[in-house]
């Protein structure tokens, strides 16, 4: 194909909206760029719901002290769905510059993360309440349903800036690259050993405070077990080390009836996404939270000492973790994948 041909496309994609793009390509990747702006703009309307129902429910037990005001999610949520109706009718022949589309869309998206800190907590608090040993079985439910819609959204909405941001620069929808745009794909195997490394600090200090250690506040961790937090995290070390070796593309000589066949790439995809986003927001939570309470804006658990920096030192690790282990998740994503569907790039 000649260059002026390749001009002439790529031309053509820019002038287009995120629908018409991907109806040029194929009909069914229109259906699903609609449907994911739509999941995104329910996702945000039941976040706000949430937000408004609240106060109907009782009220929530002191661990969640600290997380997220509930303004700072509605205010997310508000500012998601302003973007997400901006997206659908941007061209760029417009009166709204791209720029501020994106800012406003990643601004909803990080907010409601933060909003989404501390699902954690309460997936190892619901495990407790089902007989697995860790943290005590009290359970702030509306207020684990509520964090659950906030990092649907935030995950809905992010998705849908991605593709808005590959379709308003005249990319392919499904793999961001077009006839202008090539993209290098790197090596990212230390943001995997990263997350390795960063998978530990935090179960060790659950175990010195079980074993008795008082150093970080461990007087007050009422020598509860370890053990939820040991699974969790060790498997987060796993799926690391998986995300950037050789056995986590092709399953090893000694595992009967799959040995050199390839591992199912979803598996550890949909794992290190779920895995960043579920540790990325207590960093945020952690860093954010902090702030809020220094200038009292909010309430919150930490205290300004040796052991509430030492706490929050931890916890602020968590949010390296999911940045780590979302960067080697995206390059296994991007080493392992095939020929794009769509464009065939």
């Given amino acids: 194909m000649s260059s002026n041909n390749q001009n002439h496309i790529g031309e053509t994609m820019a002038k287009m909206d995120g629908a018409n793009i991907a109806r040029s390509v194929d009909k069914d990747s229109t259906v699903q760029s ?18 408004i129902l609240k ?4 009220d929530s037990p002191d661990y969640t002290k600290g997380f997220a005001p509930m303004w700072v999610t509605a205010f997310a949520a508000i500012i998601g769905v302003i973007a997400l109706l901006l997206s659908m009718g941007w061209t760029r022949v417009r009166l709204v510059p791209r720029l501020l589309v994106l800012i406003s869309a990643w601004s909803a998206s990080i907010l409601l993360i933060w909003s989404s800190a501390g ?18 079985p009290v359970v702030d439910w509306s207020g684990f349903v509520s964090r659950a819609i906030s990092l649907t959204g935030a995950t809905l909405l992010a998705m849908v800036t991605i593709s808005f941001q590959r379709v308003s620069r005249g990319a392919c929808v499904a793999c961001g690259q077009g006839p202008l745009i090539k993209r290098k794909i790197r090596s990212n195997a230390w943001l995997g ?6 998978s530990f600090p935090y179960p060790l200090l659950k175990i010195y405070w079980t074993l008795g250690g008082t150093l970080g506040g461990g007087q007050n961790f009422g ?43 979803r598996i550890f995809i949909i794992g290190g996404w779920i895995a960043a986003c579920m ?26 000492d040796g052991n509430g920096l030492m706490v929050s ?25 095939a020929s794009c569907v769509q464009c065939g790039r």
């Fill in 279 to 304: 540790t990325a927001p207590m960093g945020l939570l952690a860093i954010f939270g902090t702030f809020m309470q220094a200038l009292g804006l909010a309430d919150g658990p930490v205290r300004f």
């Fill in 193 to 198: 050993y990263a997350a390795f490394i960063l």
């Fill in 119 to 136: 699902i954690v907590f309460d997936a190892l608090r619901t495990a407790a309440v089902i007989g697995i040993p860790g943290l005590p």
């Fill in 34 to 51: 609609y449907f994911q702006v739509w999941a995104a703009l329910g996702a945000c309307a039941v976040t706000l719901l949430a937000v």
């Fill in 223 to 265: 020598h509860h077990s370890a053990f939820g937090e040991i699974l969790v995290f060790g498997a987060s070390a796993l799926l690391s080390l998986a995300l950037v070796q050789r056995w986590g593309r092709l399953f090893p000589r000694w595992v009967p009836f799959f040995a050199g066949k390839k591992v199912p790439r």
């Fill in 313 to 337: 030192m931890v916890y602020g690790g968590w949010m390296l973790l999911g940045i780590a282990l979302g960067g080697a998740t995206w390059g296994y994503q991007q080493q392992t994948r």
């Fill in 55 to 58: 106060p109907l429910f009782p």
